[in-house]
């Protein structure tokens, strides 16, 4: 069995694709790439071809009609062979040292002991050269010891669980069974969110392994593209808020419960938010809707988030409130930054 699974959504990549997998390549036989042609309209699909061809048993190209991101991660899960599994995007890399550091840890864990999920930092490496940021989690886990969620500590406010940090063990997504949405974005959200409660053993590599390229022309965390996407941010808070009961798993995994809150409580503010950017009274009843939405499915917990939560901030009522709302995600957002 190969350790990991590298799952490589592609859609147009030419341009830039050859460094991602390229530095997936140092893992040499003991991982996977299946590098996922989206139904692209340029080299993309001649590219991952030639890397099936010149790296056999290692690469394997697939191709599919035009699904978007989330499609190209359930065809990558579909067909993964690997003990873990790992999304990297086209236009990201990973450092071979570290990826050194990962593949060491898998190969140590004893069979039926391994962990359930790994945890490593990831870099923003800006296309504009600015100085590199990287998130760490060294403040919420140990370096290099499988723990319980009982032995992590409290996550900061800026840091979250995301695509670049979470490598989950394979069994773990199947037994989860989520299946993600065709042509909707943000939806890797949903991916590393809805399996959390499944997780019962943490690994935590101090190794800045993931780099997160930002400023790519067109990119989905763009404000102006979350702007135009308020309806994805919308779906996929609403499939996220009814994915688990927040208030069953306190009883039982208090420490889980709580930075699943802390997720929750994200991802609805920026559903509202981005919404209501968009200045119209469509919007404004959209968010409406969301909110009629959480409290059709947990009314304690939406209540909750909407008014005991910073999401409280971002939903003042009344065109004067969403103006104050916008001013004040401006400032929350020079405070503690989400991208």
Wanted: hydrophobic share 35%; charged share 25%.
């Amino acid at each position: 069995m190969k350790l990991i699974t590298f799952t490589v959504p592609s859609y147009n990549s030419a341009g830039y694709m050859s460094k991602c997998i390229d530095s997936l390549l140092g893992g040499g036989d003991e991982v996977e790439i299946l590098i996922i042609d989206d139904g692209s309209k340029d080299e993309t699909g001649a590219i991952a071809d030639r890397y099936e061809r010149e790296h056999p048993g290692i690469c394997r190209a697939i191709h599919q009609e035009n699904g978007g991101h989330g499609e190209g991660i359930n065809q990558g899960l579909k067909n993964a062979s690997g003990l873990f599994f790992k999304v990297v995007d086209s236009d990201d890399w990973v450092n071979e040292q570290a990826l050194t550091r990962v593949l060491n840890a898998i190969r140590e864990m004893k069979k039926g002991e391994e962990a359930d999920l790994i945890v490593c930092n990831y870099v923003y490496e800006y296309s504009d050269g600015s100085p590199t940021k990287t998130i760490a989690y060294r403040n919420v886990f140990p370096d290099g010891k499988i723990v319980s969620w009982d032995e992590t500590r409290p996550f900061g406010a800026s840091q979250y669980l995301t695509l670049h940090s979470a490598i989950y063990r394979t069994e773990i997504l199947h037994r989860c069974g989520r299946v993600l949405p065709k042509h909707i974005f943000y939806e890797d959200n949903l991916f590393v969110y809805d399996p959390l409660p499944l997780t019962e053993k943490v690994l935590y590599l101090d190794a800045d392994f993931y780099r997160y390229l930002i400023g790519r022309e067109g990119q989905s965390v763009a404000e102006g593209t979350m702007i135009k996407r308020w309806s994805h941010q919308m779906l996929v808070s609403k499939e996220i808020f009814a994915a688990h009961d927040l208030n069953e798993l306190k009883k039982k995994n208090p420490k889980l419960e709580k930075y699943m809150y802390h997720e929750l409580v994200l991802m609805m503010t920026i559903a509202s938010i981005f919404t209501r950017m968009n200045m119209t009274d469509e919007a404004e009843e959209e968010v409406k809707k969301m909110w009629a939405y959480a409290d059709s499915i947990n009314p304690r917990l939406s209540h909750r988030i909407r008014y005991r939560s910073i999401a409280s901030f971002v939903n003042l009522p009344g065109k004067a409130g969403r103006k104050a709302s916008i001013f004040f995600y401006h400032i929350a957002h020079k405070i503690v930054p989400f991208n």
